[in-house]
Structure formats: C-alpha cells, structure tokens
C-alpha cells in the first residue's frame, strides 16, 4: 500500500485501520517514576512517561540530543527513592512539547547495569 492510495481513497477501512496502527515490538506500559539522566559530565532530572522491554518514554526540562548515548537511573517516587533500574541507553527522538512546556523523548534502552 503506498500513501498516493490512501490519498485518493482508495483503502478499506480495515486496511486503514492496520496501515496506521501503532507497531512496536514491545508494548508500553505507563509508569511514573523519576529518571536522573546522565550525559557530558551533566545531570538532567524528568519522569517516565512510559516504558516497555527496551525503551523507555521520557518527560523532561531540557532537549537532549538524537543518537547520543546517556546513563540513566530510574527511581521509585515514594519515601524510600529505590533504585528500580539503571543502565545505559541512546536517544531515539526528542522534541518539545509546547501544551506542556516540557521535552518528549525516547530512549532505547542498550543495556541494564547492577
């Protein structure tokens, strides 16, 4: 199916349906956790937006860079900030948000650390 086929109408809604689903590998889970971000020697603090096996959705006050590789650590939010994972990974994408005044971006993860 080629796009100039969706523009002249010529797809059944079923077809629709399939050609603009979501593909992942993996599913997304929502899960709100605090992610320290850690790249050149400089800190960044966000929150999940969602996570799957090897990814992980981000909300956050700064742009990080597509391709540059970060550390990161993922924190429970309660009393006790328990280390729920951290590892190292590559931003995908990152863009701003203007309804939120934040940054989106996805990290793919590349490996988890103990």
């Given at each position: ?43 960044i603090f ?10 992980i959705g981000?909300?956050?006050?700064k742009s ?51």
């Open positions: 199916m080629h796009r100039e086929d969706i523009s002249k109408g010529e797809v059944m809604q079923e077809d629709a349906k399939y050609y603009f689903q979501e593909r992942r590998r993996y599913p997304r889970y929502e899960v709100n956790y605090d992610v320290e971000i850690i790249f050149s020697g400089k800190k966000a929150s999940t937006n969602d996570m799957s096996e090897n990814g981000l909300l956050l006050p990080l860079i597509e391709g540059e590789i970060v550390n990161f650590k993922v924190k429970s939010r309660d009393d006790t900030e328990r280390l729920i994972m951290q590892g190292e990974a590559k931003v995908v994408w990152c863009q701003y948000i203007d309804e939120l005044g934040l940054y989106r971006a996805g990290l793919e993860i590349l490996n988890i650390s103990e």
